[in-house]
């Protein structure tokens, strides 16, 4: 098709080019091409972003068809990684539980990027390949959150966690529950004595060579929260399979990073359990040792993934990290203050907050920083324990993070509370329905910022 046919088509079909808009113009000949889609960005200039952008509408709406190749505007090394990385995000479907006849019949399977002959570098080839690894940790992530809880039970989850590191050649080490209890992490068994299935703890690694910085992932990896006896109303319980976004962040992270061989130690740590309501089922009042010798007064059964983080936070000093991140689904009041796609982050270190912003803003997913105000810390005193783990809904997130705060140790940190973004009702933009892999592609870039 020439270009003066294309502009013509363009023009009769009223394509401006806006934002989410798609033009889709099929050939009725013998050629190879059988097809063309247009995708409009709304946008006068082109970031990486949008390419990112054009790579998952293209997918998407080739869904139905087997190879596509992709033309974009901008083919410098960052855009060529976000459309790789595309291309696998909107390609994504969940359909572990659809019998054969629900199953789609056909799969995208091939993905070309046409660049000129000039440009076809082994640079851009590598940058290919990382999109393409980012994308499938994304992918990975957004599975485990998908899949549904009695098949995720905690040790599903941990081998989920081992079958990946194998995979990529980074170690994978789980503890289970006679191994957690040795360790003393009370706050860990606390949340799980509701529940039927074991706790797990796991740690994952990647050492390369010549590493100058280590840092450690924190994830929380509750595979459903009911709530415990301060039982949520059904409403809120119906997508609490997503309460294990955080440890499918810290294992797509860690699997990343060793699969790109960053030059940089990194370890991931999951605390995993369900919050249910069985017999033995930690009550209000109850008071139980954490793992770094702290005593803590339980206000809120539901109130468990600040539990279970603490005493990963505990394991996670005696690490010796240059910095700790975690990312949690840890508060609704996240949502109330942000909305249900932005993730509240705190740090104690205004330098790395600010480059974890950048990292952010350059990955396209929206962080918003909170203030670690010391001043409510008074909020969780106890008359008869160390302290309380939660209080009531003012500035329920930034309690939260104070009191994994009082579990660091002397360690630099960042805390995201990813509850919105993690899991969504319905898709929107780019970003598909139901978990999301949120948080991966950030963590990955701040990585490869400090590298
Ligand atoms: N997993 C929830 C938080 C959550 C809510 C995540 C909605 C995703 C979507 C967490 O364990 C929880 O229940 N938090 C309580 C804390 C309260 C009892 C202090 C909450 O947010 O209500
Ligand atoms: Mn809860
Ligand atoms: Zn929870």
């Given at each position: 098709?020439?270009?003066g046919a294309?502009?013509?088509?363009?023009?009769?079909e009223?394509?401006?080019g806006?934002?989410?808009?798609?033009?889709?113009?099929?050939?009725?000949?013998?050629?190879q091409?059988?097809?063309?889609?247009?995708?409009?960005?709304?946008a006068?200039?082109?970031?990486?972003a949008?390419?990112?952008?054009?790579?998952?509408?293209?997918?998407?709406?080739?869904?139905?068809?087997?190879?596509?190749?992709?033309?974009?505007?901008?083919?410098?090394?960052?855009?060529?990684?976000?459309?790789?990385?595309g291309?696998?995000?909107?390609?994504?479907l969940?359909?572990?539980?659809?019998?054969?006849?629900?199953?789609?019949?056909?799969?995208?399977?091939r993905?070309?990027?046409?660049?000129?002959?000039?440009?076809?570098?082994?640079?851009?080839?590598?940058?290919?390949?990382?999109?393409?690894?980012?994308?499938?940790?994304v992918?990975?992530?957004?599975?485990?959150?998908?899949?549904?809880?009695?098949?995720l039970?905690?040790?599903?989850?941990?081998?989920?966690?081992?079958?990946?590191c194998?995979q990529?050649?980074?170690?994978?080490?789980?503890?289970?529950?006679?191994?957690?209890?040795?360790?003393?992490?009370?706050?860990l068994?606390?949340?799980?004595?509701?529940?039927?299935?074991?706790?797990?703890?796991?740690?994952?690694?990647?050492?390369?060579?010549?590493?100058?910085?280590?840092?450690?992932?924190?994830?929380?990896?509750i595979?459903?929260?009911?709530?415990?006896l301060?039982?949520?109303?059904?409403?809120?319980?119906?997508?609490?399979?997503?309460?294990?976004?955080?440890?499918?962040?810290t294992?797509?992270?860690?699997?990343?990073?060793?699969?790109?061989?960053?030059?940089?130690?990194v370890?991931?740590?999951?605390a995993s359990?369900?919050?249910?309501?069985?017999?033995?089922?930690?009550?209000?009042?109850?008071?139980?040792?954490?793992?770094?010798?702290?005593?803590?007064?339980?206000?809120?059964?539901?109130?468990?993934?600040?539990?279970?983080?603490?005493?990963?936070?505990?394991?996670a000093?005696?690490l010796?990290?240059?910095?700790?991140?975690?990312?949690?689904?840890?508060?609704g009041?996240?949502?109330?203050?942000?909305?249900?796609?932005r993730?509240?982050?705190?740090?104690?270190?205004?330098?790395?907050?600010q480059?974890?912003?950048?990292?952010?803003?350059?990955?396209?997913?929206m962080?918003?920083?909170?203030?670690?105000?010391t001043?409510?810390?008074?909020?969780?005193?106890?008359?008869?324990?160390d302290m309380?783990?939660?209080?009531?809904?003012?500035?329920?997130?930034?309690?939260?993070?104070?009191?994994?705060k009082?579990?660091?140790?002397?360690?630099?940190?960042?805390?995201?509370?990813?509850?919105?973004?993690?899991?969504?009702?319905t898709?929107?933009?780019?970003?598909?329905?139901?978990?999301?892999?949120?948080?991966?592609?950030?963590?990955?870039?701040?990585?490869?910022?400090i590298?």
């Open positions: 098709m020439s270009s294309l502009k013509r088509v363009i023009a009769e009223g394509f401006k806006s934002k989410g808009q798609i033009l889709q113009f099929q050939f009725s000949g013998k050629g091409v059988k097809r063309i889609i247009l995708v409009g960005l709304g006068a200039k082109v970031s990486s949008h390419c990112r952008t054009i790579a998952v509408r293209t997918a998407r709406h080739a869904r139905r068809f087997t190879s596509i190749a992709l033309i974009l505007p901008q083919t410098d090394i960052p855009a060529v990684r976000a459309a790789a990385e291309l696998l995000g909107g390609s994504y969940y359909d572990r539980y659809f019998s054969e006849s629900k199953k789609p019949k056909t799969k995208l399977n993905a070309v990027l046409l660049v000129d002959k000039s440009q076809n570098t082994p640079e851009l080839e590598r940058a290919l390949q990382e999109g393409a690894i980012i994308g499938g940790a992918n990975f992530a957004r599975d485990l959150v998908n899949c549904p809880p009695n098949d039970t905690p040790t599903a989850l941990a081998d989920a966690a081992k079958q990946a194998d990529v050649g980074a170690k994978c080490k789980i503890y289970n529950k006679k191994e957690i209890q040795n360790m003393g992490m009370n706050l068994l606390a949340v799980n004595r509701g529940s039927a299935q074991e706790p797990r703890f796991v740690h994952m690694s990647y050492k390369p060579a010549q590493a100058k910085k280590r840092i450690v992932f924190v994830g929380k990896g595979t459903f929260d009911a709530g415990g301060c039982i949520k109303p059904s409403k809120a319980m119906l997508d609490m399979k997503c309460d294990m976004a955080g440890a499918a962040v294992i797509g992270v860690v699997v990343a990073a060793a699969a790109l061989r960053l030059p940089v130690e370890h991931g740590l999951v359990t369900e919050n249910m309501t069985g017999a033995d089922a930690y009550r209000p009042g109850d008071v139980f040792t954490a793992k770094n010798g702290k005593t803590v007064e339980i206000i809120n059964t539901d109130a468990e993934g600040r539990l279970v983080l603490a005493d990963a936070l505990s394991y000093d005696e010796e990290p240059d910095l700790l991140i975690d990312h949690a689904t840890l508060t009041a996240c949502m109330v203050a942000l909305g249900p796609r993730a509240g982050f705190f740090s104690n270190s205004d330098d790395i907050a480059s974890y912003i950048v990292a952010a803003e350059q990955q396209d997913e962080y918003w920083r909170m203030p670690l105000d001043d409510l810390r008074e909020l969780l005193k106890s008359s008869i324990a309380k783990h939660c209080d009531g809904p003012y500035g329920g997130t930034i309690t939260a993070a104070l009191f994994l009082e579990f660091i140790g002397k360690n630099k940190w960042v805390h995201v509370d990813i509850a919105g973004p993690a899991f969504l009702e898709m929107h933009g780019d970003t598909p329905k139901g978990g999301t892999g949120f948080g991966i592609r950030t963590a990955l870039e701040y990585l490869r910022s590298a």
